[in-house]
C-alpha cells in the first residue's frame, strides 16, 4: 500500500514507518516537526535501506494536505500528529484543540474527497478515564482529566460519525497504552524536548546524569506497592500494531487496545531498569501528581482475536532498548 503517515518523525511515527517500509509499503511522511528532527527521516531510510517521500506541513493546513492528496495515489493514511503533553494541554487548551481536531477533520475529509478509505487513528488509553481496570474497547468513555484527552475522544467521535455517513471510509481507532523503549539499533527512540513528562524518558535521563533524581509521584495508591500502575508496551510492538491494523482493516469502525494486558508500578519498573541496564537510580517519593489515576492496563484480547497482534517484548527489553537510545543520542545532532 501507499501509505501517508501523518507525524511520521515523531516517535511512534517513526517506529512505524520501519514496519512499515519492512513490510514493502511505501511511505509519504507528512509533518511540520514542531516536536521532531529532519535527521529522523535519515535514520528510518538507513535503518529501513528503503526511499521514503516527506512534506514539511502542517497537516491542518488544508491546503497542503489537499495538495499531497492530489498528487498521489493514496491507499490508507495512519495518522499520529497531535500535540500530546497532558500538562501543556491544560494551560494551552485552544492549542491543542485545534491542532488535534482541526487535523483530524481535515484528514478524514481528504479522505473521503478522494476516495482513500482506510484511517488509523492514534487513540489513547486516556479516554477510558477512571473506568476499572482492565480496560475494554467496549466500555463507555468517562470524562478525561485534561484537553489532550478531550482531543482524542472528540477525535474518535468524529471520525465514527464520518465513517457513519460514508460508507466505504473505514476507521481504525488504536487506543496506546504506555509505549517506551527504541528501536534495537538506538538510532531512533523518544527524545522530548525540555524536561520530560513521562516516567521512562525521565529514568533515561537520570541514568545520564542529565537529571539529579526521579521523583515517585505518590506512594499511597492501592497498588501492590502504593504506586501508580501501567501497562508499558515496548514502541516496536505498537509500530507493528499498525501494520497489521492498516493491512486488516475491514469495512466499518474498529476500536483496538494497544497494550500488553500487564501492569506494572512505578517502583517495578525502576527495579528492572536497574537490572536491565546495571545502573543505579537514585529517587524520592513525593506528593501524587494531579490528574494521575492508580491503575491503568489493557484488555488486549481484542487485537489478538482479530488482528492475530500481541505484544511480544517485555519490560526488560523495554528498558534495555530506551537506555541504549539515550546513550547514544547527542542533543546537538
Ligand atoms: P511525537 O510528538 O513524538 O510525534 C508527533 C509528531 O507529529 C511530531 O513529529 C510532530 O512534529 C508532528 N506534528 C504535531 N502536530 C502537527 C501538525 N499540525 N502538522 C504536522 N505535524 C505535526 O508524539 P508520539 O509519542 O509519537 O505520539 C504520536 C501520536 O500518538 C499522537 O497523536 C499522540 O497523542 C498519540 N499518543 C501518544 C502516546 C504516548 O505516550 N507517546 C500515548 C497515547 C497516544
Ligand atoms: N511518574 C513518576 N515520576 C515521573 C513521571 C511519571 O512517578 O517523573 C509516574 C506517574 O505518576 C504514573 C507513571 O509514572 O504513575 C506513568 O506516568 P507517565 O507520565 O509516563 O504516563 P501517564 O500514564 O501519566 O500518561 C501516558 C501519556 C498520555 C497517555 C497515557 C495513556 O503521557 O499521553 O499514557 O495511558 F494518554
Known sequence: ????????????????????????????????????????LDR????????????????????AVESIFSSHQI???IHFAGLKAVGESVSKPLEYYYNNIVSTMILAKA??????????F???????????????????????????????AMSERILRDAAKANPGFSVSLLRYFNPVGAHESGLIGEAPNGIPNNLMPYV??????????????????????????????????LAEGHVVAIEKLTEGVHIYNLGTG????????????????????????????????????????????????????GVNEMCRDAWRFEKGYDEEQ
Open 1 to 40: 500500500m501507499n501509505i501517508l503517515v501523518t507525524g511520521g518523525a515523531g516517535y511512534i511515527g517513526s517506529h512505524t514507518c520501519v514496519e512499515l517500509l519492512k513490510n514493502n509499503h511505501s511511505i509519504i511522511i507528512a509533518d511540520n516537526l514542531c516536536n521532531s528532527k529532519i535527521e529522523t
Open 44 to 63: 528510518i531510510k538507513q535503518i529501513s535501506n528503503k526511499e521514503l517521500t516527506f512534506y514539511q506541513i502542517d497537516v491542518t493546513d488544508a491546503s
Open 75 to 77: 491507499d490508507g493514511v
Open 111 to 120: 479522505c473521503i474527497t478522494y476516495k482513500v478509505n482506510k484511517f488509523v
Open 122 to 152: 492514534s487513540s489513547s488509553a486516556t479516554v477510558y478515564g477512571e473506568n476499572k481496570v482492565p480496560f475494554v474497547e467496549t466500555m463507555d468513555l468517562l470524562p478525561t482529566t485534561n484537553p489532550y484527552g478531550e482531543t482524542k
Open 204 to 237: 533515561t535521563q537520570v541514568a545520564k546524569g542529565k537529571l539529579e533524581k526521579l521523583r515517585v509521584f505518590g506512594n499511597d495508591y492501592p497498588t501492590v506497592d502504593g504506586t501508580g500502575v501501567r501497562d508499558y508496551i515496548h514502541v516496536v510492538d
Open 262 to 313: 500487564q501492569g506494572t508500578s512505578v517502583l517495578q519498573l525502576l527495579q528492572a531498569f536497574q537490572e536491565a541496564n546495571n545502573i543505579k537510580i537514585p529517587y524520592d517519593i513525593v506528593d501524587r501528581r494531579s490528574g494521575d489515576i492508580a491503575i491503568c492496563y489493557a484488555d488486549a484480547s481484542k487485537a489478538e482475536r482479530d488482528l492475530g497482534w500481541k505484544a511480544k517484548r
